[in-house]
């Protein structure tokens, strides 16, 4: 993979307004990339597809982002 190709999917995703994710790698598969990392919705792993497919259209990019619920903790941790 060219990791130029790399580092500019990953700035991209850092600093967009809308997505600011740090944690997401771009993999380099036999027929285009894939996007892996963990993402809270699978809006949110729409929504950066898109991102980086209207980026860099001349890429062939499959989402395969991990969803992970946040939610609200059941109850008070005691230290």
């Keep these: 993979?060219?990791?130029h190709v790399e580092a500019?999917?990953?700035q991209l995703l850092a600093?967009?307004?809308q997505i600011a994710e740090q944690g997401?790698?771009?993999v380099e598969v036999t027929d285009?990339?894939?996007l892996v990392g963990d993402v809270e919705s699978t809006e949110r792993c729409?929504?950066?597809q898109s991102v980086v497919q209207e980026a860099f259209p001349?890429?062939?990019v499959r989402c395969d982002l991990?969803?992970?619920r946040v939610g609200v903790p059941q109850e008070v941790e005691r230290i």
């Design 46 to 48: 729409t929504q950066i």
């Design 8 to 10: 500019q999917v990953q």
């Design 32 to 34: 285009g990339y894939v």
């Design 1 to 3: 993979m060219d990791g």
């Design 66 to 68: 991990t969803v992970t």
């Design 24 to 26: 997401i790698r771009l």
């Design 15 to 17: 600093e967009h307004p």
């Design 58 to 60: 001349h890429l062939t």
